[in-house]
């Protein structure tokens, strides 16, 4: 079967060609972020403009570039949710319309399911059940995966996600949109050890995560170093970088640990923006190493928003038999665990 993916969620325009005999067979992706950092942030509407100008030539493109025609597609997999409305119609419209025209099957897919089956799409893909860490933008989740459809939500940000936290304190240091990526570099000249962070929530049993006073701590610091004139100067900002890093990272792995041990599984999976940290990935292969466990996590480009995650996803549940009828699917929320096992 060979499933068209669109992703349309936030500020990524992915198409993909997923075929269930042979793999990925095209994938393209428009990335918004250089007319969103301007404005410290995505801008919902100008969001859902270029989506609209970018999506028809990315699957021109994807179809051109694996050798294939509209005739060729046997479904489509469009983003449903959750994320910005007015993005989120542009894909699902686009997607709904096309299988229609085409006669074939639709299905609507939930984002973070997306993101938790990408490191499906590598060579040594986990098997079910797993411990997943859902770290993006929006999610902050470790959740029981005990088959597709099969989520126990095992702990959630109470606040920010990490993602999120990312983003802000690289706007307290001066860094662009989006901060994550921009954090880890700057971090890697920085000084671990020069400023402890907290490690909110580790000291007390429970999965959940708070990242917002992690904001506050780096604020204050990055004000408590200003010289007259305002100014900071470079390395302390890239301590601050490190040190913020070291923080979210050990939370991270701390409950990771954790999480593990509470289920007793034995592979852990790590989805999302921010599962495309290095230095998350090296503090993590400590942790499944001591718990005797395997990591796992989808090459860096799969990790963000894409359209082959969706490809994938959408083409497990159309496998199984499921498919979306002709409504045009676009939920802003949407809980993960609502959806239907295969
Ligand atoms: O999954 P994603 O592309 O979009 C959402 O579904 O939200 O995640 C985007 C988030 C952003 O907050 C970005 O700063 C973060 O992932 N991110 C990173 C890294 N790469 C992306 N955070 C830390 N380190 C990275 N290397
Ligand atoms: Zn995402």
Redesign the pocket.
Known sequence: MRVLGIETS?DETGVALFDSERGLLGDALYSQVDMHAEYGGVVPELASRDHVRKLIPLIREVLAESGQTLSDIDAIAYTAGPGLIGALMVGASTGRALALSLGIPAIAVH?MEG?LLAPMLEETPPEFPFVALLV???HTQLVQVDGIGQYSLLGESLDDAA??A??KAAKMLGLDY????L??KLATTGDRSRFTFPRPMTDRPGLDFSFSGLKTFTLNTVNAHRDEAGEIDPQTLADIAAAFEEAVVDTLAIKCRRALQQTGYRQLVIA???S??ARLREKLAVVVEKERSKLFYARPKFC??NGAMIAYAGCQRLLAGQQSDLTILARPRWPMDTLPPL
């Open positions: 936030c984002h993101h993006s933008g929006g993602g999120e990312f983003d989006p901060g994550g990526p954090i880890a999302g923006g921010v495309a940290n963000t928003d």
